[in-house]
């Protein structure tokens, strides 16, 4: 007996007749669920011999590697949704058919509303050297933003091939004092791929980043089967309904699955004032070294602030807490019912109070939010 096969069947995964897996997309009321691939030894003699020792239906071909899966309606009854990234317990499986019903969902690791996701082990936040301009700003948004997720940050940039060798080693010295380990690479010139796909194997990572710096062209080139569309879609487009409620995790051939997610180019900034500075590597380190005067203290002009000093992206750290400011105190007016006024976010968290134009009961309802607001409720309806 091989030793795979002996490892196989001391797998208490395998002798146990339980069939796990985890949800990789969900649409409507279905779910698709690969399979655990303990489950699914794709080894052909291996699966021969399996078959000799213990016949099972399930090792007669053919085997497939995912189930079409609906929800048992206990789990519906217990509000038990059921969310992309879910590990679930499959009861029933037709092997023929390809169905199967969800019967459990195991307590998550984690969860991200945006893109809705489950068990997310890591966030790749992907940004261009060029084309378009890496902008500081920018880039510390999505880190913030990612970082406001408590997940591990893998960042990664892309299109070095538009870049000189000089300016990809000064970002990288620059990034490196922010306090990340960036990894480079160009699809054009197929460098720096493996390291990426080290990163990312035998985990579930999300693709975050603005529009056009490659994202899907990244997945495209991981997940050979996959075709998504790149470039021309402008963000606006992909920001659309359908892409976000179309989360799909792809199955990495190296291991691992990947989520694409649509690019847009400012993600708000909806933290309290006084976690922002969590979110900054070097603001995290000078508060573990050493504690500000005042426990509440923002790191603007306190006396006795240990963060505020001569850090590169301190403007920015300000900046954002302004930002940060005036979003909690917008929220603070809505929560007191003054809701005439509403927050407009202008370029680099320049933010003013506009009144709105009419109370929102009269506001006209255009055709196409009706169509929307229909299709949400048919499809939570579904749910
Ligand atoms: N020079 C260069 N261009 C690249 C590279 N990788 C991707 N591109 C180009 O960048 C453009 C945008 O790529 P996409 O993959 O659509 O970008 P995206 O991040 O998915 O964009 P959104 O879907 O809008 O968020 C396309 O024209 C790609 O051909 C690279 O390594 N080098
Ligand atoms: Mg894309
Ligand atoms: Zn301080």
């Known amino acids: 007996m091989s030793s795979d096969l002996q490892n196989s069947l001391a797998s208490p995964d395998f002798q146990s007749e339980e069939l796990w897996g985890t949800v990789v997309a969900v649409q409507a009321n279905y779910y698709q669920v690969k399979l655990d691939s303990k489950q699914n030894p794709e080894d052909k003699e291996l699966k021969n011999q399996l078959q000799n020792l213990m016949p099972d239906p399930r090792n007669l071909e053919p085997m497939p590697d995912a189930l079409l899966c609906t929800r048992r309606s206990r789990l519906k009854k217990l509000g038990q949704r059921v969310m992309v990234g879910d590990r679930v317990k499959i009861e029933e499986p037709d092997w023929q058919g390809g169905r199967g019903a969800i019967s459990a969902v195991l307590p998550r690791k984690s969860e991200l509303d945006r893109p809705p996701i489950a068990n997310t082990d890591q966030i790749l936040l992907v940004f ?80 975050a980043g603005p529009s056009g710096v490659g994202k899907s062209s990244l997945i495209n080139h991981l997940v050979p089967l996959v075709k998504l569309r790149v470039g021309k879609v402008s963000g606006k487009l992909t920001r659309g309904r359908h892409t976000t409620r179309h989360i799909e995790l792809f199955d990495l051939p190296a291991g691992g699955l990947l989520a694409d997610t649509p690019g847009f180019n400012q993600p708000d900034l909806d933290c309290h004032p006084k976690d922002l500075a969590n979110y900054f590597p070097e603001t995290r380190q000078r508060l573990a070294d050493a504690s500000c005067q005042f426990s509440d203290c923002l790191h603007q002009d306190e006396p006795g602030c240990v963060v505020r000093g001569n850090w590169e992206r301190y403007e920015i750290y300000l900046v954002m807490l302004q930002e940060a400011i005036a979003h909690q105190q917008a929220c603070d007016r809505q929560s007191r019912g003054e809701t005439n006024l509403k927050l407009k976010n202008h370029h680099r968290g320049n933010l003013t109070y506009e009144p709105k134009l009419e109370p929102k009961k009269y506001r006209q309802i255009s055709r196409r939010t009706q169509q929307h607001q229909l299709q949400i409720l048919q499809d939570d309806e579904l749910d």
């Open 128 to 207: 261009a050297m060029s084309e378009p301009t890496l902008d500081p700003h920018q880039l510390t948004r999505f880190l913030v933003k990612a970082e406001s997720s408590y997940l591990p940050i893998c960042l990664c940039f892309s299109k070095t091939d538009l870049v000189s060798v000089e300016e990809q080693a000064q970002w990288e010295q620059r990034i490196q004092q922010w306090g990340y380990q960036p990894t480079f690479i160009s699809l054009h010139q197929q460098t720096g791929l493996e390291a990426l796909f080290d990163q990312l194997s035998d985990r579930i990572s999300v693709v």
